[in-house]
């Protein structure tokens, strides 16, 4: 259940209704929804600073193009975090696993989709043993992934040594990267399949988030008046439609982003509807607990960390994709980036805690700012002290909200 369902709806006895629900909502709900009025701010004030520049449809695309490797890669660390530990390897894993899959199409001549599954796996096996070390035998996982973190620059740097950069000339494996869904070109001037799948994802989603209201009810678990609820609904189905309208005036959905919304989806469900994802919590919250209630927290560690060096490679491949080479420099702080995204996303510091879908928002955070800072030429050691100060920020929000609710 959400903290939504848990909030004592107090608002439903309040003199002022709608407003003292809407308050007491934010206020309940705060570590939640913070990070989505940081992003609005953010993204109205750099619009304000770029004269439009960066809500322009051909700059958000980009946008969120550059940020579909973070992101993959920070749904993997959001469960890692999640679970007590911490992943430092995931950028050279990806670099690493992104100068393979270019080896195996250009110098081994394989096709591009075995060359993905073969990558995949390899990302599979690689965090697998990673839980070995460090649910069976018991090495912190700092120790491990700081290790894999040498391992794998070391190799990324025999991998690329030849020629230092490896092009990749192939125009399917390039396009993950790069390319975009074609179009069935119904209404002049606008990608008319991306406006079909923006229409369909809004349907989908009131659907779900009706029938999740009725399932809470049914149960006699409190849920947030109708009022506030057909609120929540409008808003976020307009701030799809206006996103969507936005990319479909450009060149409409890449497939990076088709990619992120699947895996989003996937482990989104994983993590609120299986046993697996109680189990992740359980084990976050308190693994000594978790263990006497009879989970298996080796067993847990296991997929966890195989899932995230799998994501990891998934995201080399993204990231090579885009480029359209393999480089010596690849991965180099994408791990740094994942961690960030996820803990201003909401992750908690103390495990337990923390949302796929927040921690999404968090990498759009973090992407925004350094686009508009880009847009308006503020100079990357300036950028960097402001990203560093914004997570400071998240991570005392995080500690702050804890300690108040005792």
């Known amino acids: 259940m959400d903290s939504t369902s848990k909030r ?34 953010i993204m109205i004030t750099f619009s304000i600073l770029t004269d439009g520049t960066f809500l322009s449809p051909r700059n958000l695309t980009n946008l969120i193009n550059s940020t579909g490797y973070i992101a993959v890669l920070t749904i993997g660390m959001t469960l890692i975090l999640i679970i007590r530990h911490i992943d ?30 073969i990558i995949l796996l390899l990302g599979l096996l690689i965090g697998l043993f990673y839980g070995i ?5 018991g090495i912190p996982a700092f120790v491990v992934s700081l290790a894999g973190m040498l391992v794998f620059r070391g190799a990324l740097m025999l991998a690329t040594q030849k020629t230092g950069t490896i092009i990749i000339p192939n125009k399917g494996f390039n396009a993950i990267g ?74 409409g959905l890449s497939w990076t982003v088709i990619i992120v919304i699947l895996v989003t989806a996937i482990y989104h469900f994983i993590t609120t509807k299986t046993v697996l994802g109680r189990h992740i919590y359980a084990v976050g919250g308190n693994p000594e607990a978790a263990k006497l209630s009879g989970i298996n ?13 799998m994501l990891a490679a998934l995201a080399g491949v993204l990231y090579t994709s885009r480029l359209q080479s393999a480089t010596t420099t690849a991965g180099v702080g994408f791990e740094l980036d994942a961690i960030a995204a996820a803990y201003v996303g909401g992750v908690s510091t103390s495990g337990g805690v923390g949302k796929v879908t927040g921690s999404i928002i968090g990498a759009l955070v973090m992407a925004s700012l350094t686009n508009g800072m880009n847009l308006m030429g503020i100079d990357i050691s300036w950028q960097y002290i402001i990203r560093g100060i914004i997570l400071v920020v998240a991570v005392v929000f995080d500690i702050l909200t804890r300690r108040k609710k005792g």
């Open 133 to 137: 070390l460090i649910g069976k035998i």
């Open 8 to 41: 004592n709806n107090k608002s439903n006895e309040a003199p002022n209704g709608y407003i003292s629900e809407l308050k007491d909502l934010l206020k309940n709900n705060i570590r939640e929804y913070g990070m989505f009025v940081a992003l609005f701010i």
């Open 297 to 309: 927290v080796t067993k847990v560690t296991y997929i966890v960390f195989a899932s995230m060096s």
């Open 178 to 251: 790069n390319g975009f869904i074609p179009d069935i070109n119904l209404i002049p001037g606008y990608h008319t399949l991306t406006i079909i799948i923006g229409a369909i994802g809004i349907c989908f989603y009131i659907i779900s988030e009706v029938n999740n209201r009725k399932n809470k009810q049914k149960y006699n678990f409190e849920v947030i008046s109708k009022p506030m609820f057909i609120s929540k609904l409008i808003f976020v189905s307009l701030l799809i439609a206006y996103l969507i309208w936005m990319l479909a005036r450009y060149h």
């Open 88 to 117: 430092l390897s995931v950028g050279y894993v990806a670099g690493f696993l992104g100068a393979i899959v270019a080896i195996l199409m250009t110098s081994m001549k394989l096709p591009v989709i075995p060359s993905i599954i």
